[in-house]
């Protein structure tokens, strides 16, 4: 058979997603599912590590839809220079379109690419954003990813924050399942490693599938400190409270908690950005040479 320019398929836009979303969400079961979730989430969390946002709130209706509301600083509404479009409507329509790049909107964020906004938009059959800003509350409708009514402003309203509702697309996903274990445990290291953020998660649709846990807030005012204290729970401790360790450098901040108890395993929790980093990193490597050279020192000093 001939192979030729004319079988090069060019995808453009939210095609590429809808068509191949794994490259995006990594599958299309429920754990693809819960990254649209976490996507969302994920930015209103950059708007609490910018000191922005306190307060987050996850709503899954009975029918299968997700509303994340945050009190952060709202999607910008005015209209993007490259684009032409309001910024709410360039960041979910737009691949690779977001604050995260130059550096002047986050200085640390956990979401890099662009995508996440825009490919949860690209894989959900409606999806409304509504924007507190401006001392407006403003108001945009898509479905698939494709814009189907302009940016309106609504009504006056006080305050700033950004509120999306989505309805996963069956086509895709099938009919929703949504595990609320998985998802309240993924809340919960949020809420440990952003100290005083308020984190909600209140489930309609498992209370409707009659499930007993359907409702969790997470808000630590410890951090990292009460996740260590929270992991050596029914454990014996070495010292009463863990070691904790926070360095700012150069506008890169380290955080570190560490606590000893009588057992012999160990347990290593690492994150950048917030996000988890289940295989480690430079950034446990580093600590843990740095923690070995300490011990090491301290012991050759008192001769041990």
């Known amino acids: 058979s001939q192979y030729t ?37 994920d930015n209103a969390v950059d708007e609490a590590m910018a000191g922005y946002c306190t307060a987050i709130t996850i709503h899954i209706e ?7 509301e945050d009190d952060g600083r709202g999607i910008p509404v005015d209209i993007h220079p490259a684009t032409g479009k309001s910024a709410v409507e360039t960041v979910m329509t737009t691949l690779h379109a977001g604050g995260k790049f130059g550096g002047k909107g986050y200085t640390v964020s956990g979401g890099l690419h662009g995508v996440g906004a825009s490919v949860v938009n690209a894989l959900s059959s409606s999806l409304r954003v509504e924007v507190r800003r401006e001392g407006y509350l403003w108001g945009q409708n898509f479905e698939k990813g494709i814009t189907t009514s302009p940016l309106e402003q609504l009504k006056k309203a006080s305050g700033t924050g950004t509120t999306t509702t989505f309805l996963p697309d069956e086509d895709i996903f ?4 949504y595990n609320f274990e998985d998802l309240s445990q993924r809340f919960k290291e949020m809420a440990y490693l952003n100290r005083g953020l308020q984190i909600t998660l209140i489930s309609e649709w498992h209370k409707e599938q009659g499930y007993k846990q ?9 951090g990292i400190v009460s996740f260590v204290a929270d ?3 029914g454990k014996e401790p070495l010292s009463p409270n863990p070691l904790y360790i926070y360095k700012d450098i150069n506008n890169t901040v ?34 843990r040479t740095a923690l070995t050279r300490a011990l090491n020192d301290y012991a050759r000093k008192q001769k041990f």
């Open 254 to 287: 380290v955080e570190a908690a560490v606590q000893y108890n009588t057992g012999f395993s160990e347990i290593s929790y690492s994150f950048a950005n917030c996000i988890n980093t289940p295989d480690g990193g430079t950034h446990l490597t580093g600590f």
């Open 62 to 68: 009975p029918s299968g839809a997700v509303r994340v």
């Open 231 to 233: 992991l050596n729970h």
């Open 174 to 177: 099938g009919p929703p399942e």
């Open 214 to 222: 359907w409702r969790q807030k997470y808000v630590f005012e410890g």
């Open 5 to 41: 320019a004319q079988d090069i398929q060019v995808l453009e836009g939210m095609e590429a997603v809808r068509r191949r979303p794994g490259m995006y969400i990594g599958s299309t079961d429920h754990r693809g599912l819960h990254h649209l979730i976490y996507e969302i989430v």
